[in-house]
């Protein structure tokens, strides 16, 4: 291979796979005591005080946990849930299937009906932002299973990945921490789509738009990886962007990203400085045009830079991107379609998430170590 073709294919694989991490893809107040404090004050109260069988008994708490049929482990979580919830006082959990054409977020809305404490989205990124959608600007909180590719907004908030039984103590007894959330518009009188994480039009959409299910199946990230490297060398786009009220440039970029929050797989920060409840959206505008520029690009983002030469991130509360012809354009991972328009606006403090407490975290920890395994 020439030295040209080695450059092309590491940026291909570095650029694509940053982009295959999206596809899945502080205020804070103590929501309840840890579990072990629960036990010890249970069984003290109990010991000092005896309660006649007549008298009445105080409601127990009930978490609804809305699920994704699809997805692998279901058995074993629900198993897990109920054994949990037994153990820490609460009722046996109201498990709710998702549909094909419902994602959540009716489910979500019957929880809350039926008087759910807390409301657990159980799958990937797609089933987090449909609960997210009817829970935002309400007092439930809303714990998270990670089940999914991606789970970017677990990964975010420190929430445990491949442990049912902490994500399900997180969730009961975690700390409620009071996030923003943002809205995206692909035209301007459209509909709002609600996202935690990311949404963003071009390069990145372009790729996951473009990899097969039977090619994800197969390859896994690779699939990516390929998919990415074919677009790698495509022409740029000419946009006009606005940030909040300042006035219209005009840029020839690839890829515009939006993020609530930057962190991806890997910890890698795909948008270095977003702060997930600091009332602002952080946009990733990406203009290279040649291998040599993605190799910026890529060490911008490696070195945590809001300022590159073909990548810069500004920070605003909306943006709106005027595009010379239609893109793709993706949200939290799942690819929307194809428009001219984008418009996307942070909404501060929108939502309540049970992430985990600073005992929770050591116990995690600590756990993980005598496990021998990482989160």
Known sequence: MTLTAWIVLAVAVVVAF???????????????PAPQEAEQTTAATTS????????????????????NPTKNEMDTLKSVATTVCRNEGWDEPLFIETTKDDPGTSMAHEAREKGAEVVIAAGGDGTVRAIAEALADTDVPMG??????????????????NRFEWAMRVALWGQDRVIDAARLRTSPDGEDTLFTVMAGIGYDATVMSNTSEDAKSRMGWWAYVRQGSRQLLGKPTEVRIQFDDGE???????????GNCGKVQGGIELIPGAVIDDGHLDVLTVTPRNVAEWVSVVTSIAGRSRKGMHADVTKCAAVKVRTEKELDVQVDGDVLGETDYLELSVLPNALTVRTPSPEQERNIRLDSLSLGIGR
């Open 18 to 32: 940053v982009v295959g991490y999206l596809v899945g893809g502080t205020r804070s107040k103590s929501a309840r």
């Open 248 to 258: 219209e440039e005009t840029r020839k970029i690839r890829s515009i990203l939006g």
């Open 144 to 161: 998270i299973i990670p089940m999914g590719t991606g789970n970017l907004l677990a990964r975010n908030l420190s929430i445990p990945l």
């Open 48 to 67: 000092a005080v005896e309660t006649p069988d007549t008298a009445p008994q105080p409601p127990r708490r009930r978490a609804a946990i809305i699920y």
